[in-house]
């Protein structure tokens, strides 16, 4: 059937399945590797439809009858309606957060017990990308916070490549107090700030 127009209303990535033969087409929204969900509006010479929800899907039938009434697929209608476009798509990264004392480059107890995890990821994978990002709370100054992040990411890749990990599939970067998960004033102790994210593509 000739094309319909999908427009994304949203910034975040959208990843769509479309099933489609000379009778119809199905346009499915399923978050981005984040988990975010974004929104999309599927328009042929018949009209408009808005999609906008996790897992959500119309039926577009031909191009001059709107698409159908937006309804949500269960995971299962989703795994047996799309299983081999599914099966094509890459693996999502996983994606780990390791926490430090305060004003140091020393890692919680709980979070030095994830890295075996961590490594398990990168070997099941055969990952040669690692991303390390660093990242303080809002105690002491900004600069300090800056340097504080960036050894904090080192510090981290390091324990990896002492672990085998290959220094070239590891890239680190830091954002100091620029980017908090928990959002506060300036010089306050964040313990959910402190920490270093291991992204493992």
């Known amino acids: 059937m000739p094309p319909t ?6 910034t975040w990535l959208i990843l769509l399945l479309l ?3 000379a009778q119809k ?6 978050s981005d590797p984040d988990g975010h969900v974004g929104s999309l509006s599927v328009a042929n010479s018949g009209g408009e439809v808005e999609i906008n929800q996790l897992a959500e899907a119309t039926i577009v039938t031909s191009r001059e ?8 697929l269960s995971e299962q209608q989703i ?10 798509l890459p693996i999502q990264p996983e994606h780990f957060l390791l926490y430090f004392q305060t004003g140091s480059t020393q890692l919680t107890n709980d979070s030095q017990a994830m890295l075996p995890q961590i490594l398990q990821s990168i070997k099941n994978r055969n990952s040669e990308n690692i991303d390390v990002v660093g990242h303080s709370d809002t105690a002491g100054d900004r600069d300090y916070n800056l340097r504080l992040s960036r050894e904090r990411a080192l510090a981290v890749g390091q324990i990896l490549i002492l672990k085998g990990v290959t220094a070239e599939h590891i890239t680190s970067t830091s954002h100091g107090e620029e980017n908090p998960l928990i959002k506060t004033a300036d010089n306050v102790p ?3 700030n402190r920490r270093v994210e291991v992204v493992v593509k």
Do not use: I, W
């Not at 087409?25 to 399923?30: A, F, G, M, P, Q």
């Not at 009858?65 to 949500?72: F, L």
């Not at 795994?79 to 094509?88: E, K």
């Open 190 to 192: 964040e313990a959910k």
């Open 25 to 30: 087409t199905t346009v499915v929204l399923l």
């Open 5 to 10: 127009y999908l427009k994304p209303l949203f």
């Open 19 to 21: 099933s489609g033969c």
């Open 79 to 88: 795994t047996a309606q799309f299983s081999a476009v599914l099966s094509t």
């Open 65 to 72: 009858v709107k698409p159908g009434k937006p309804e949500t």
